[in-house]
């Protein structure tokens, strides 16, 4: 079974940093694209980012462009977020997700091309 799990959430002050981590189970890691998604309170979820099978192809929203990189650790079968310049605007559960086919046929930012979901990370900037 495709397992998911988030880590690395928590409390930072603005301006701060946060590295999330996300461990894949039960699949190739390296032949499916992944993505970030956030939900903030009373917000719709937002892609934030997503990284092609290899790692070589990455994308984001505009709203966290040049603060966070997403990057794959194949060896390892773990997917990061790097979150630099941190805001309360970047509140939100953050979730990691796997595309339903290696590579998604739509937009990679859209959620609905992604169908395996881990339960999410909370990161609070206050």
């Known amino acids: 079974d495709v397992q998911l799990v988030e880590s690395g959430g928590g409390l930072v002050q603005p301006g701060g940093s946060l590295r999330l981590s996300c461990a894949a189970s039960g699949f190739t890691f390296s032949d499916y694209t992944m993505t970030w998604v956030r939900q903030a309170p009373g917000k719709e979820r937002e892609g934030v980012a997503y990284?092609?099978?290899?790692?070589?192809?990455?994308a984001y929203v505009n709203a966290v462009k040049g603060r966070f990189t997403i990057s794959k650790d194949t060896a390892k079968n773990t997917l990061h977020l790097q979150m630099a310049s941190l805001s309360p605007e970047d509140t939100a559960i953050y979730y990691c997700?796997?595309?339903?086919?290696?590579?998604?046929?739509?937009?990679?930012?859209?959620?609905?091309?992604?169908?395996?979901w881990g339960q999410g990370t909370q990161v609070t900037v206050s």
């Open positions: 997700a796997r595309a339903a086919l290696q590579m998604p046929t739509g937009s990679p930012l859209d959620q609905s091309e992604y169908r395996y």
């Open positions: 990284v092609s099978p290899g790692g070589a192809t990455t």
